[in-house]
């Protein structure tokens, strides 16, 4: 009986130690780094598109602020707007349209006021001659501007002032410039007999 209990004994492998003593897999340390790592990465993203966002706003709104700008001093009819005598057309004027482009009207008082900062070419087309408004540059008949090119300016965006006696051969050379490009043109309403209808006066260059 002692022999048989003693082989049974030594038969039996050991005893497997229990569930809770079995050692556990460790995490690697690596993994948790990581994990830091990217979590770092995506707010450093977030925190770079939250930026961009504030800066293309801001550059967008500057924009807008400069492009309303430009249409707010954009002048009527093609009048250039700038700091001489013609500027005050954009202002003070009315469009008058006509075929393929505008021009602008001007009142003598308006005309007065940018002769004192003159900075176009004033041009007299009344025919036959009666007289012109002191500073006028040249003094070409409204049927002869094309026949006188060479006598306006050669850019064609400067600024061009006609008037005559009363107003119609102006606007007729007013046309006659749209015609041949020119696209600030200004025309003073009334002509001569609105300058002194105002209490102003008419000279004569004897240039008939």
């Not at 707010?72 to 003070?92: E, F, H, I, K, Y």
């Not at 006188?148 to 064609?156: N, Y």
Request: net charge positive; aromatic share 4%; proline share 5%.
């Amino acid at each position: 009986m002692s022999t048989s209990s003693s082989k049974n004994r030594k038969s039996k492998g050991p005893t497997p130690a229990p569930a809770s003593a079995q050692p556990k897999t460790a995490i690697p340390a690596a993994t948790g780094t990581k994990a830091k790592k990217a979590t770092s990465a995506v707010d450093v993203r977030r925190r770079q598109n939250r930026i961009i966002g504030v800066v293309a706003v801001a550059v967008i709104a500057v924009l807008a602020v400069g492009a309303g700008w430009m249409l707010l001093s954009r002048p009527s009819g093609g009048v250039t707007v700038g700091t001489g005598g013609a500027a005050m057309a954009s202002s003070q004027g009315t469009v008058q349209q006509g075929n393929g482009g505008s021009w602008t009207n001007v009142s003598a008082d308006t005309l007065a006021a940018m002769l004192a900062k003159k900075d176009f070419t004033l041009l007299d087309v009344k025919t036959p001659y009666i007289g012109e408004i002191e500073g006028t540059d040249a003094y070409i008949p409204y049927t002869d501007l094309t026949a006188h090119a060479s006598a306006l300016p050669k850019d064609k965006a400067a600024p061009v002032v006609v008037y005559c006696r009363s107003g119609n051969e102006s606007r007729i050379a007013a046309q006659s410039l749209l015609d041949m490009g020119y696209t600030n043109i200004i025309n003073l309403d009334g002509g001569m007999n609105a300058w002194t209808a105002s209490g102003r006066q008419i000279v004569s260059k004897n240039r008939g």
